[in-house]
Structure formats: structure tokens, C-alpha cells
């Protein structure tokens, strides 16, 4: 199948997406305020710079795009039918990076929670994702994911 634009407008168009202050993570971010949570934005000196920290509770959370960080069995994180390669390794090295990441935050004794972006896309669910949120801060699990389906604990 070939792409519907030119190379150079692809181009324009990947670079345009942003790293930060995404949809999904402005979402999340509103939901943790409204419900009390006070928060760090892309902490650096942290191991994958997380999008949101809370120091008090040592807890990192990512707000992961399903495509950009390839979210297993979701129907947005297909590989695009065109320079199947060098997307395959692109997206396979943000995959271990974020592994890595998060290895390192636990073995340094933070909590890790990713907010899958899948999870934010649905309007009629969004009690729900909300719920799974807070109710994982509250916990004592030390990893976490939610998405569109049900959350991972560990």
C-alpha cells in the first residue's frame, strides 16, 4: 500500500507530533489535579525523564502513545506499511529504552505506572480509566499499566 502524501509532507507531519504536554498526558494530568494529586512535569534527572511525578509518593507515570511506544495486541499501534525497516527498528529501540527506564526507576525504589493512550481515547470510559488511575496510586503495586483494557498490576 502507498502512502497517500509525499515523503516531504510525512515528514512534516511525524515532526509535528509532540513529545510533551500530548493530549493523553493533559488528560491525565487534569484527572490527577481534580482529584488532589499535586505533581511533576518531565522530570529529567529521573531515568526516561517520566511525563508526571509525584515526589511525595515516589511514583513516575508515562503516558505512552500506543503507536510511538508499539502497545501489544492495541489496534493503534500498527507499523506502517511503508519503510517497514527502519520503522521496526525505530519503534523496537523506543520499546527497550522504555523498558530500560523503567527497570531503573524500580530498582531505585520508585513506583512506575503507563497510561496507555488508547486507555484516554474513550470518552464513554473515562470514569473508568480515571478510577484504575488513582486507584493504582493508592495501592502498593510497584508497576503498573492501564489501557483500553484491563490493567496490568505487579
Same mark, same amino acid.
Given at each position: 500500500?502507498?502512502?497517500?502524501?509525499?515523503?516531504?509532507?510525512?515528514?512534516?507531519?511525524?515532526?509535528?507530533?509532540?513529545?510533551?504536554?500530548?493530549?493523553?498526558?493533559?488528560?491525565?494530568?487534569?484527572? =490527577?489535579? +481534580?482529584?488532589?494529586? *499535586?505533581?511533576?512535569?518531565?522530570?529529567?534527572? /529521573?531515568?526516561?525523564?517520566?511525563?508526571? @511525578? &509525584?515526589?511525595?509518593?515516589?511514583?513516575a507515570?508515562?503516558?505512552?502513545?500506543?503507536?510511538?511506544?508499539?502497545?501489544?495486541?492495541?489496534?493503534?499501534?500498527?507499523?506502517?506499511?511503508?519503510?517497514?525497516?527502519?520503522?521496526?527498528?525505530? =519503534?523496537? +529501540?523506543?520499546?527497550? *529504552?522504555?523498558?530500560?527506564?523503567?527497570?531503573k /526507576?524500580?530498582?531505585?525504589?520508585?513506583? @512506575? &505506572?503507563?497510561?496507555?493512550?488508547?486507555?484516554?481515547?474513550?470518552?464513554?470510559?473515562?470514569?473508568?480509566?480515571?478510577?484504575?488511575?488513582?486507584?493504582?496510586?493508592?495501592?502498593?503495586?510497584?508497576?503498573?499499566?492501564?489501557?483500553?483494557?484491563?490493567?496490568?498490576?505487579?
Amino acid at each position: 500500500m502507498a502512502d497517500l502524501v509525499s515523503p516531504e509532507v510525512r515528514s512534516q507531519m511525524m515532526a509535528g507530533i509532540k513529545g510533551k504536554n500530548s493530549a493523553p498526558e493533559l488528560l491525565v494530568r487534569k484527572v =490527577l489535579f +481534580a482529584a488532589g494529586f *499535586r505533581f511533576r512535569l518531565h522530570q529529567r534527572d /529521573l531515568p526516561g525523564t517520566p511525563d508526571i @511525578v &509525584l515526589p511525595s509518593r515516589k511514583t513516575a507515570i508515562f503516558v505512552h502513545g500506543c503507536f510511538w511506544h508499539m502497545h501489544t495486541g492495541c489496534k493503534y499501534a500498527k507499523t506502517p506499511s511503508t519503510r517497514r525497516e527502519f520503522w521496526r527498528a525505530k =519503534l523496537d +529501540a523506543n520499546v527497550k *529504552r522504555d523498558q530500560q527506564a523503567v527497570d531503573k /526507576l524500580v530498582e531505585m525504589g520508585w513506583r @512506575v &505506572l503507563i497510561v496507555w493512550e488508547c486507555a484516554t481515547r474513550q470518552a464513554d470510559a473515562a470514569s473508568l480509566w480515571t478510577t484504575r488511575v488513582i486507584d493504582w496510586i493508592n495501592s502498593e503495586a510497584q508497576r503498573g499499566e492501564i489501557s483500553a483494557t484491563a490493567p496490568t498490576t505487579t
